[in-house]
């Protein structure tokens, strides 16, 4: 029904910044909040970034200043640009959406994840 495509994971040195996108796809009629969680190796998996259908945004407190999260809503698409990365970002990260789809109606669905490694 709905589809959720990360992108723009990888390696990367303390100090250095990567570009996440997530592409949302299939039967969408409309789509609210866009989300950016993590989860890293024996932890929780834990949110990141949000941003609502009207572009208010919200930020876990260890990446405020750092992350910026962004939409673009032609091409149902969440970015997340990350700045300064710190070996303590090293995570998978995960795309969430609250998504109401043609004829199945709100749902909330997860991309596969695409995994970020700060180390030098």
């Known amino acids: 029904q709905v589809q959720l495509v990360e992108s723009g994971g990888g390696l990367v040195q303390p100090g250095g910044s990567l570009r996440l996108s997530c592409a949302a796809s299939g039967n969408i009629f409309t789509i609210y909040t866009m989300n950016w969680y993590r989860q890293a190796p024996g932890k929780q998996r834990v949110l990141v970034a949000a941003i609502t259908s009207g572009g208010n945004t919200n930020y876990a407190d260890s990446v405020k200043g750092r992350f910026t999260i962004s939409r673009d809503y032609a091409k149902n698409t969440v970015y997340l640009q990350m700045n300064s990365l710190k070996p303590e970002d090293t995570a998978v990260y995960y795309c969430?959406?609250?998504?109401?789809?043609?004829?199945?109606?709100?749902?909330?669905?997860w991309g596969q994840g695409t995994q970020v490694t700060v180390s030098s």
């Open positions: 969430n959406a609250k998504v109401q789809a043609i004829v199945v109606g709100v749902g909330d669905y």
